[in-house]
């Protein structure tokens, strides 16, 4: 598994950051959106907790490190450009900083 993992790394262009789809692995709701670099990318499949990158703080984060809202990994999927990624994860608490199940909650 470490190799498939290391040769998606190697295919992916990370002179960008690549947008996540966070779901829940249960029922699939989507919880958020986020950012990665390789290094979250690296950190959330080793350690199996989610690592995003802020744009707007240009630093990495861990969800829940200070919140106590983890967020455990059980897949990542990558889609078939290797341009953006779901996490289906296992929510501890909430996922939203606004302390929601999801960041989606407003439907027009």
Same mark, same amino acid.
């Given at each position: 598994m470490k190799k498939i993992i290391i040769k998606i790394i190697k295919l992916i262009n990370f002179k960008k950051n690549i947008p996540v789809i966070v779901q829940n692995f249960f029922n699939k709701k989507i919880l958020i959106l986020a950012?990665? /670099?390789k290094y979250c990318l690296l950190e959330s499949y080793f350690f199996k907790k989610t690592c995003?990158?802020?744009?707007s703080k240009n630093s990495s984060w861990r969800k829940g490190? &200070? !919140? /106590?809202n983890i967020q455990i990994i059980k897949k990542i999927i990558f889609d078939c450009d290797l341009d953006s990624i779901i996490f289906l994860i296992i929510q501890k608490n909430n996922s939203c900083y606004f302390n &929601?199940? !999801?960041?989606f909650n407003y439907i027009l």
């Open positions: 950012w990665v /670099n995003y990158w802020s744009r490190q &200070t !919140s /106590n &929601t199940k !999801s960041c």
